[in-house]
Structures are given as C-alpha cells and as structure tokens.
T-cell receptor, first 116, second 110 residues
C-alpha cells in the first residue's frame, strides 16, 4: 500500500514553454502533498505544500507564479513549471503522508525535467 | 546551524561490514524520525520510521533514536552491494513537512 506515482517520469521542453507534472496517490487519499526538487548529489529541497481545495503554501524563495500547484482532488496534485528556463532543469519529486499514523511520507518516483 | 545535520560521505565499506549512519538535529519538538534510501535517479524509499526515543529493528536494519542527545542512527548489518545508495534521515513534528538531512552516500564493494 501507500503508492505514489508521478507522470511523466522524464520530460524535455524548450525554454519559455510550460510543463505539467502530475502526482497521484494510488491507494490512499491525500489532503496534503509535498513537492520537492533535487539537484544532482544534493538533498531534497521542499518547494511547497499542496493542500486539497485550497491554495498551496510555498517555501521561502520559491516563486509561486512560476511553480503553479493545483490540488484538485484527494488523489491528485499537479505542479506546472511556467516559462521554463534551463536553470529549472532538475529532479522533481512529490510525496504524500500515509500509513497508519499518517506521519509517514511516501514519495513518488520523481520526474526529471530538462529545459533546453 | 541547520535543523538536521548529516555527514554527506561518501562512505565506502566492504561487503559484510556493519554500517553506521548518523544524524543530529536541533529541534527538540521533532517526534517522528525516518530513514529513506534513494537510488540514483529514483524517488526516496521509506526504510524505517521511529516514534520518539528507542530502537527499532527490521531485518538487517536497526534504527536508533536518542532524543536526549538529539541523535539518530541507522545501522546496516551484513551490508550488501545492493545497499549502495544515498541514505537520508528525515524528521518532523507530526503530519507536516519533513526536514531532511543532506544524505549520506554509501558504497558497498564486493
């Protein structure tokens, strides 16, 4: 149980375009999901907390107009990178709290974004 | 000072060795402590979680939490080449955002 999927697993886009990444909880409901980015050989950096039915909460330094988050249902959160630049190239990972206590977090497999 | 400190390694050990991975933290409110394993270009995989102080064992893995010292450890016995990965400690107060360590890269050679 507690499986989180992401789609796509990798994507290449041109500078200036937008790309959407989906995060789904497959066998449980998640009112909250988290979005991270990870640069090579570095740890995960929390970008924002996605809340079902309300606005996302962004971490300091993360541009909310550039990284649009929508949590439209209890099993789906999306991250849209708008007007992508090469420096946005990174590994984006989502997670959702699950398990018996609800404090364990389960991660998706990640999406590798390359902006050319 | 970072909330969670973790030695980035890399740590290189021979197959069969006992591996000790450690994290220290500064926030005494943390109650849930987790260890994740991340293979290259994959999402983190939850290995173990512990609530408050104490030990927890699962096969070759043992997690320890010492809240009085704000110190957590993960021990891997009889390490295998397949254990080669980055190990991340993480913790939180409850059902909120996790605070991660920087991760320790482990290499187990045959």
């Amino acid at each position: 149980g507690a499986v989180v999927s992401q789609h796509p697993s990798w994507v290449i886009c041109k500078s200036g375009t937008s790309v959407k990444i989906e995060c789904r909880s497959l066998d449980f409901q998640a009112t909250t999901m988290f979005w991270y980015r990870q640069f090579p050989k570095q740890s995960l950096m929390l970008m924002a907390t996605s809340n079902e039915g309300s606005k996302a909460t962004y971490e300091q330094g993360v541009e909310k107009d550039k990284f649009l988050i929508n949590h439209a249902s209890l099993t789906l959160s999306t991250l849209t990178v708008t007007s992508a630049h090469p420096e946005d190239s990174s590994f984006y990972i989502c997670s959702a709290p699950g398990g018996q206590g609800g404090f364990e977090q389960y991660f998706g497999p990640g999406t590798r974004l390359t902006v050319t | 000072q970072k909330e969670v400190e973790q030695d980035p390694g890399p740590l290189s050990v021979p197959e069969g060795a006992i591996v000790s991975l450690n994290c220290t933290y500064s926030n005494s409110a943390f109650q849930y402590f987790m260890w994740y394993r991340q293979y290259s270009r994959k999402g983190p995989e939850l290995l173990m979680y512990t609530y408050s102080s104490g030990n927890k064992e699962d096969g070759r893995f043992t997690a320890q939490v010492d809240k009085s010292s704000k110190y957590i450890s993960l021990f891997i016995r009889d390490s295998q080449p397949s254990d080669s990965a980055t190990y991340l400690c993480a913790m939180n107060v409850g059902t909120d955002k996790l605070i991660f360590g920087t991760g320790t890269r482990l290499q187990v050679f045959p």
